[in-house]
């Protein structure tokens, strides 16, 4: 009997896996491998300062910057791995990114830590650059700043409006 629990709770303690997109790149470019790591317990805190990323095998013609890995919260307990890659000129074919993703947790409602490691397989190939997925979106000042702009334009044009309209003659504008 005590060794079914002690089974059971090994195995949802080390329940790890990851899941991720096939990459399309073109050559001479920029890119992020992107990955869902899922520790499967919602009442986990991830530690981005004491994760990492350790590149186990790729292609000669993609130069990944596990280095630069970033971690940030997907949904609870599931972390997004971000790991920034430059493909070279000379990229053709397809190939097979095997990366080493650590990752530290607590659940603090418990009271205990864990630091776990998943492989994660990354399948990637070279396209024409018109056909490669190109991760970039704006930043969110340049929105607010096109908000700004659309707001002032219609205060001023309401208070142009205001000034010429037969209103003014009533008094009740300037």
């Given at each position: 009997?005590?060794?079914?629990?002690?089974?059971?709770?090994?195995?949802?303690?080390?329940?790890?896996?990851?899941?991720?997109?096939?990459?399309?790149?073109?050559?001479?470019?920029?890119?992020?491998?992107?990955?869902?790591?899922?520790?499967?317990?919602?009442?986990?805190?991830?530690?981005?300062?004491?994760?990492?990323?350790?590149?186990?095998?790729?292609?000669?013609?993609?130069?990944?910057?596990?280095?630069?890995?970033?971690?940030?919260?997907?949904?609870?307990?599931?972390?997004?791995?971000?790991?920034?890659?430059?493909?070279?000129?000379?990229?053709?074919?397809?190939?097979?990114?095997?990366?080493?993703?650590?990752?530290?947790?607590?659940?603090?409602?418990?009271?205990?830590?864990?630091?776990?490691?998943?492989?994660?397989?990354?399948?990637?190939?070279?396209?024409a650059p018109s056909a490669a997925k190109v991760v970039?979106?704006?930043?969110?000042?340049?929105?607010?700043?096109?908000?700004?702009?659309?707001?002032?334009?219609?205060?001023f044009f309401f208070l142009c409006l205001l000034y010429t309209?037969?209103?003014?003659?009533?008094?009740?504008?300037?």
């Amino acid at each position: 009997m005590l060794a079914a629990v002690a089974l059971l709770l090994l195995m949802q303690v080390t329940g790890i896996d990851a899941k991720v997109e096939p990459l399309k790149v073109a050559p001479s470019s920029q890119t992020a491998v992107s990955a869902l790591v899922d520790v499967h317990d919602d009442a986990v805190e991830f530690h981005p300062e004491q994760c990492g990323v350790e590149v186990l095998k790729g292609p000669s013609w993609l130069n990944v910057a596990s280095e630069e890995a970033v971690f940030e919260p997907a949904a609870p307990g599931v972390v997004r791995v971000l790991v920034p890659a430059t493909v070279n000129a000379d990229a053709s074919g397809k190939a097979e990114l095997r990366l080493r993703v650590k990752v530290y947790y607590c659940n603090n409602f418990e009271g205990w830590c864990r630091a776990d490691k998943v492989d994660v397989k990354v399948p990637v190939e070279v396209v024409a650059p018109s056909a490669a997925k190109v991760v970039t979106r704006p930043p969110i000042w340049t929105l607010i700043l096109a908000l700004a702009f659309l707001v002032a334009t219609f205060a001023f044009f309401f208070l142009c409006l205001l000034y010429t309209s037969d209103a003014a003659d009533e008094g009740l504008g300037v």
